[in-house]
């Protein structure tokens, strides 16, 4: 009866052992290095944006600028913003670079406007900027890089 018992539990390791080895792979390839927020965001954000869509609202619309105008947002190392459409200023203020806890390593980053004291999600992806307005109709507007202080 114990060699019964013995080979069953050497069955059974010999099993196992293979069945932990995979998972233990499967988790340590599944891990992936976070890299740590840039030491400074502003780099990839700094300089002029051109306008291209804003979406959201609560009927969730998509709203494209006229043809004839010019809608830029200018991000200066000296951590001031502007907006102007056609030339004309329409907004201006500060900003700041924040990280809000996203995850357990993967921080959001975020711009602070002041005024009017808006905290804002945004992603660079190449000439791309995406920012997330959190307020409760959800706008997410979209700037490409522009070449030109227009």
């Known amino acids: 009866m114990q060699r019964f018992f013995r080979r069953q539990c050497q069955a059974k390791k010999r099993t196992m052992r293979p069945l932990l080895l995979s998972l233990s792979l499967l988790t340590f390839a599944a891990c992936s290095k976070h890299s740590a927020p840039s030491s400074d965001p502003?780099?990839?954000?700094?300089?002029?944006?051109?306008?291209?869509?804003a979406v959201g609202g609560f009927p969730g619309s998509t709203i494209y600028p006229p043809k004839d105008s010019v809608c830029l947002l200018s991000l200066n190392s000296d951590s001031t913003w502007q907006t102007r459409t056609?030339?004309?200023?329409?907004?201006?203020?500060t900003f700041q670079f924040i990280f809000s806890p996203g995850g357990p390593a993967d921080p959001l980053p975020m711009l602070v406007f002041t005024p009017p004291h808006l905290?804002?999600?945004y992603t660079v992806s190449g000439d791309t900027l995406v920012i997330h307005d959190p307020?409760?109709?959800?706008?997410?507007?979209?700037?490409?890089r522009s070449s030109s202080g227009q």
């Open 42 to 53: 502003k780099n990839s954000i700094i300089g002029q944006w051109l306008l291209v869509k």
């Open 86 to 93: 056609n030339a004309k200023t329409t907004g201006s203020g």
């Open 119 to 121: 905290y804002s999600e």
């Open 135 to 144: 307020c409760c109709d959800l706008y997410v507007k979209t700037y490409v």
